[in-house]
């Protein structure tokens, strides 16, 4: 039927099942991935304090939390779950969710028992000096990182910019494998946005800009709030609902309140898997002012749900959109353009719904899911055949 994977993993969640027993999307990707082989075995770090237990999420595929202390021991934890797994079955390829602590792990597991590994890229990370400016200890996962990446026996990147630059740092071109996200388009598709916008909207607000994801450096959410006095000028009536949670809420709550704009900001939270479609559909523009990013996941999800989408110019946005067809893509934290994009949409109603019906288009042709999971298939064989 074909061969079996070893993946590891950062995502606990992965192990977790909603109380409804209703997966991630995250989860349903693992899922798809389970069919293309004959088993599939996850390992994902997940700490001692959330008694998370091992689990079979389907005939042929099964996550196997770590249980560690900190991230530290995860290494150690990880490199033993994944070693007996490996022992006790015929594992043709170790694929690894990161060039970092994953990878470690999977190289050290290659080097144990001579298992070919596959290390994937997923948000332009390597020498990307927005990355690099986060944390001082980045600069070393980046020098890390670079030196892993030579030992791995495939790449798997999610853009063609990232590809790309892997070249230019002197990898085979046959061993990166350009392979973005998909995503199931079926629940934004028939979704609706007419409950979500009755909740939101009042007599204070008629127009919904949108921003979802974690609310952390990366996101530079600042970019955002900062363009927000301007939109604010020519349509007072305007609100941002931002969905997610992160550790940099507090500091941006105070910009928000520092700007004068927190009257106009709605924080939803953290909101459910399958909650999330409407959220998209009930919107008028989706914002996004990320650093750096990959394959970004909420643009397809927007695009998909039909809006137009105004994205700072990191790599995934290049993937996921035409600029000037299907959105805008703007310089990184430049928030007045981001701004004038904005108002640009909300001015131009059918322009924006034109935009959006164009997205859609893009997204159901760019990322079908189908030819997704056969490079997926062949990325792994090849993997296998480097043994």
């Known amino acids: 039927m074909g061969i079996n994977v070893l993946s590891i993993s950062l995502d606990q969640q992965l192990a977790v099942v909603d109380k409804d027993g209703v997966f991630s999307g995250a989860q349903k990707r693992q899922l798809e991935y389970a069919k293309l082989v004959s088993k599939y075995f996850i390992v994902t770090r997940a700490y001692r304090r959330a008694n998370i237990q091992p689990i079979q999420l389907s005939d042929s595929s099964y996550a196997f939390p770590t249980s560690s202390w900190n ?31 994953a990878g470690l792990v999977g190289y050290l597991l290659k080097q144990r028992l001579g298992i070919p590994l596959n290390i994937h890229i997923m948000a332009d990370l390597i020498d990307n000096p927005f990355f690099l400016n986060e944390r001082l200890r980045y600069h070393l996962f980046n020098a890390f990182g670079k030196w892993l990446i030579h030992r791995a026996d495939t790449i798997r990147v999610s853009t063609s910019r990232e590809k790309e630059k892997l070249i230019n740092f002197g990898m085979d071109e046959e061993r990166v494998w350009n392979i973005p996200f998909f995503i199931d388009v079926e629940p934004y598709l028939r979704s609706e946005g007419r409950e979500i916008r009755q909740k939101y ?20 959410l600042p970019t955002l709030i900062k363009a927000f006095p301007l939109v604010i000028e020519k349509y007072p009536k305007s609100l ?3 969905v997610g949670r992160g550790d940099q809420e507090k500091a941006v709550k105070k910009l928000a309140v520092d700007l004068g704009v927190q009257g106009n900001i709605c924080w939803a939270g953290r909101i459910s898997y399958y909650q999330i ?13 990320s650093t750096y990013e990959g394959t970004c996941m ?19 946005a290049y993937e996921s959109i035409i600029n000037g067809e299907t959105g805008y893509v703007v310089p990184i934290r ?52 480097y043994k």
């Open 71 to 101: 991230d530290y021991s995860f290494i150690y934890d990880a490199f033993r779950l994944g070693r007996d797994i490996c022992e006790r079955e015929d594992i043709a390829c170790i694929s690894c969710a990161d060039p970092f602590s």
């Open 277 to 289: 479609p409407a959220f998209f559909k009930a919107c008028d523009v989706f914002a996004i002012t």
């Open 298 to 316: 909420v643009l397809q999800e927007a695009a998909v749900s039909g809006k137009p989408i105004v994205a700072t110019g990191f790599t995934g």
């Open 240 to 242: 941002i609902l931002i």
């Open 334 to 385: 430049d928030s007045q353009r981001v701004a004038g994009k904005i108002l640009h949409l909300l001015k131009n109603p059918d322009l924006a719904t034109e935009m959006g019906d164009k997205g859609q288009e893009l997204m159901m042709q760019r990322f079908d899911k189908d030819k997704i999971l056969q490079k997926y298939r062949r990325m792994w064989e090849a993997t296998a055949g």
């Open 201 to 220: 909207l009042s007599s204070r607000f008629d127009r919904i800009v949108l921003f979802v994801g974690r609310i952390v450096r990366q996101k530079d």
